[in-house]
T-cell receptor, first 112, second 113 residues
């Protein structure tokens, strides 16, 4: 059974700092990995999707990497802003499965 | 292009009642997935519909059921509500469900008293 873990559960940083969020998964037979952002009480916004054959994806100040063999992904946020404050979730889709398996998320607070 | 929409936004029910939640998929998407997110947890997969057929189900009891209509909108029905069913219910649509990006709606917050 696939398990996804995100560390830390919460993170508080001053504005402007670069930061890294971590995601690990137990079954390396994944099809892809997706990072989402969730604002309080809201739905999920897709940030980046990395296919299993890819090593990283970039969008603006965000960069996500994937090391499938070690079961790890990181989300790098450059020059953090207060508007980045949200919960960040990673989710993996196993090869041959229809479902996304999510971690519990990392709650990020960027202090002005 | 219209995104994924869900209705209602909030709902309060009592234990034992039945509830129907609705989802309209993004234009051009024929696959809808439903997730349950309890407070402080990641979303849990309930089931997925592709072209009106259920093609995948998570670890949820049969009192959770669904439908997908010819226009690819979908319903989630929950019978015999329990207190633990209180959660945010999220709907996601995608082009085929095989591996591309899933786009989530804003969710329906269900409170069971």
């Amino acid at each position: 059974k696939q398990e996804v873990t995100q560390i830390p559960a919460a993170l508080s940083v001053p504005e402007g700092e670069n930061l890294v969020l971590n995601c690990s998964f137990t079954d390396s037979a994944i099809y892809n990995l997706q990072w989402f952002r969730q604002d309080p009480g809201k739905g999920l916004t897709s940030l980046l999707l990395i296919q299993s054959s890819q090593r990283e994806q970039t969008s603006g100040r965000l960069n996500a990497s994937l090391d499938k063999s070690s079961g790890r992904s990181t989300l790098y946020i450059a020059a953090s802003q207060p508007g980045d404050s949200a919960t960040y979730l990673c989710a993996v889709k196993r090869a041959g499965s229809y479902q996304l398996t999510f971690g519990k998320g990392t709650k990020l607070s960027v202090i002005p | 292009e219209t995104g994924v929409t869900q209705s209602p936004t909030h709902l309060i029910k009592t234990r034992g009642q039945q509830v129907t939640l609705r989802c309209s998929s993004q234009s051009g998407h024929n696959t809808v997935s439903w997730y349950q997110q309890a407070l402080g947890q990641g979303p849990q997969f309930i089931f997925q519909y592709y072209r009106e057929e259920e093609n995948g189900r998570g670890n949820f009891p049969p009192r959770f059921s669904g439908l997908q209509f010819p226009n690819y909108s979908s319903e989630l029905n929950v019978n015999a509500l329990e207190l633990d069913d209180s959660a945010l219910y999220l709907c996601a649509s995608s082009e085929s469900g095989r591996g591309e990006t899933q786009y989530f709606g804003p969710g329906t917050r269900l409170l069971v008293l």
